[in-house]
């Protein structure tokens, strides 16, 4: 029987058109963009028949592919980042990007923090830069639709290489300035050489009522004894939709701690790629994601224990209310060779409304025989006896109610080891609580 040919959607045309107009104007080897295409186009869009995006059906989500954005101009990119207000008072040494494209003269290399070095992605690109031999370090994700379509069309982004103890922070802001919809590829490479340490943060914001598709990649190699403390902060715009992925690998003895805290966009979907490649690493990743209305938001993990006596946990957050659908798919693999594993994985939702809806599959692959391995999963309502505790104590019960949201997002929020930006986070947790009513 002959295998059924779906016909090409206008976004997956649009982004055809798009490929073969601008792969020889974008710096860097055409060849290898050419082959990461191909593998995207092979398949297309993932749609809900391919397991890995069974609850975010991209192929009907995307309906039309937008035209990628241009390089703004100096006084635009100021303009962007003079209104753009995600952690924008966090003392941090910011490295910003306007419409998927590195503000060069934002950043001082005469200024910057000893033991940090940065190399515009462009630059190196068009140069052959050494660094580039380290890009797409992790297997899995070079498998995935989303990270090939980055690969096919990013132009722009940093590599970034940290030596020794770097203690200030490395703000990461992505910021999308367009009135009407812009798509964006922004690779973003971080080298943490053996011993080093290196506190990361970004944000990833855009223009509310504009379909931006930004599909932003940072790539993460931390050698062995590296400490990389990390968090994440989606605040699109609210039409948005918003692909992300974050790819490591982790050495020996290194210690990895990571938030994503999802308050915008209309759409949604972050993946995590981890390796944890050295003995005796130890990972937390966590999630927080707030959704309302009609917003879906996909959190997607893949964690590989590639080496023995490794622990990763992982606690994932959800708050669904209106009619938004929130989306957890996690997987921890620990290969025959990976003895001594300790994995733990949960996924916890809350939902607010009749109409709210939430999609878990925590997965286990397993196959040595001394680990110590689990997941859960669990969807429910504000528990009634505390509610009523509270609210016999005098509180009204949307401020009952959200006493509770707020602790139970600050389990996963509590790992923020920076004072400064955990607090903003619990901020922005409150904003979102005071906006629900």
């Known amino acids: 029987?002959?295998?059924?040919?779906?016909?090409?959607?206008?976004?997956?045309?649009?982004?055809?058109?798009?490929?073969?107009?601008?792969?020889?104007?974008?710096?860097?080897?055409?060849?290898?963009?050419?082959?990461?295409?191909?593998?995207?186009?092979?398949?297309?869009?993932?749609?809900?028949?391919?397991?890995?995006?069974?609850?975010?059906?991209?192929?009907?989500?995307?309906?039309?592919?937008?035209?990628?954005?241009?390089?703004?101009?100096?006084?635009?990119?100021?303009?962007?980042?003079?209104?753009?207000?995600?952690?924008?008072?966090?003392?941090?040494?910011?490295?910003?990007?306007?419409?998927?494209?590195?503000?060069?003269?934002?950043?001082?290399?005469?200024?910057?923090?000893?033991?940090?070095?940065?190399?515009?992605?462009?630059?190196?690109?068009?140069?052959?830069?050494?660094?580039?031999?380290?890009?797409?370090?992790?297997?899995?994700?070079?498998?995935?639709?989303?990270?090939?379509?980055?690969?096919?069309?990013?132009?722009?982004?940093?590599?970034?290489?940290?030596?020794?103890?770097?203690?200030t922070p490395i703000h990461l802001r992505f910021v999308t300035a367009s009135k009407s919809a812009v798509a964006t590829a922004t690779r973003v490479l971080v080298l943490v050489e053996d011993g080093a340490s290196v506190k990361l943060i970004e944000t990833h914001e855009s223009t509310d009522g504009a379909n931006h598709q930004p599909n932003d990649v940072v790539e993460l190699i931390a050698g062995d004894r590296t400490t990389v403390h990390h968090v994440r902060l989606n605040a699109e715009g609210n039409q948005s939709l918003a692909l992300s992925t974050l790819a490591m690998k982790l050495g020996a003895e290194a210690s990895f701690n990571s938030i994503n805290v999802v308050a915008g966009s209309a759409t949604s979907r972050h993946q995590v790629f981890a390796v944890l490649n050295g003995e005796n690493t130890k990972a937390q990743i966590n999630g927080a994601t707030m959704l309302k209305g009609r917003q879906h938001g996909d959190s997607t993990l893949v964690v590989e224990h590639a080496a023995p006596n490794c622990e990763s946990r992982e606690l994932f957050k959800t708050v669904v209310d209106g009619e938004a659908t929130g989306v957890f798919q996690g997987k921890i693999i620990v290969p025959h060779h990976a003895q001594k594993t300790d994995g733990r994985m949960m996924s916890a939702a809350l939902l607010l409304s009749e109409g709210a809806a939430m999609n878990n599959k925590p997965e286990l692959e397993i196959f040595a025989d001394d680990v110590q391995c689990g997941h859960g999963a669990t969807c429910g309502q504000l528990d009634e006896d505390l509610l009523f505790y509270l609210m016999a104590r005098g509180l009204p019960k949307k401020e009952a109610e959200s006493l509770l949201i707020q602790a139970f997002l600050g389990e996963a929020i509590e790992f923020v080891d920076n004072e400064e930006v955990r607090e903003a986070l619990v901020e922005i947790v409150e904003g979102w609580l005071k906006a629900r009513g």
């Open 1 to 167: 029987m002959a295998g059924v040919t779906l016909m090409k959607t206008p976004a997956e045309t649009g982004l055809a058109q798009a490929f073969e107009t601008v792969k020889t104007t974008l710096p860097g080897d055409v060849e290898s963009r050419a082959q990461a295409f191909e593998l995207f186009a092979r398949n297309g869009l993932p749609h809900r028949r391919v397991e890995e995006f069974k609850y975010t059906d991209l192929r009907a989500l995307m309906r039309e592919a937008a035209p990628f954005a241009a390089t703004p101009s100096g006084d635009e990119a100021k303009a962007a980042l003079g209104s753009a207000k995600a952690l924008a008072d966090i003392k941090a040494l910011q490295v910003p990007f306007v419409n998927g494209h590195f503000v060069r003269d934002s950043v001082d290399s005469k200024a910057l923090p000893e033991g940090v070095e940065i190399v515009p992605l462009a630059e190196a690109l068009a140069n052959g830069h050494d660094w580039l031999a380290r890009l797409s370090p992790v297997a899995w994700a070079r498998q995935n639709p989303v990270y090939q379509l980055n690969s096919s069309f990013m132009a722009d982004g940093v590599m970034l290489r940290i030596v020794g103890q770097v203690t």
